[in-house]
């Protein structure tokens, strides 16, 4: 089922959609249709014109979400991390080395209706690529394309602070960011506590003091 905001938008768009392509004296009447429609209503209308999947929703027109098309792998995409709210993955058009995204699982068109997770997630992802990529500082920007909320997760690095220039990023280059960031953490070893023998004594005494257990 749709969202508030989800009809709110869908409903806009449409709107737009016929203002801009139904003759003058239509317009008024379909306005007023598109108006009416519960959310109900509004999917089952949005399904029949295939401008609405289940798992995923097309802007009205008619192309699908390109961010949606990443969540579900329609489209190839260099993907570094993924929880259950949200994934991260590497823009191919970066503003800075290791330039990601991140993509909310559920098509959300504004900050507002993000769930937390997604904001701690970001977080996370960027000090991830800080401490891999040692920018010198990582800049955090909402953006929304489609209708898809989504971060932006920029790096950017000493002596290049202008981010003003997008160039696309060569697949080897992806696959080796990728590599570098979606590489597990090594697992700290637990140090072994050293005993001293002081301490030895004591519990030798501590265990000597106990009483017997009766079974
Ligand atoms: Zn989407």
Redesign the pocket.
Known sequence: MLTDEQVESMKAQLIKQVEASFPEDKKDFAVSQIEAMDAEQLEDFLIKNNLIRKD??TSVSGQQ?????I?FGDIKSYKIAENSKAIAVLEINPLSKGHAMIIPKE?TTNEKAMPKEVAKFSKKISSLIKSRLKPKEIKIASSNV???QIFNIVPVYEGRENLAERKPASPEELVELQEILAKKAPVKKPREKKITVKEIVKKFEENLWLPKRIP
């Open positions: 995923g929703i979400c390109v961010f949606c098309s969540v098509h489609m209708g898809h």
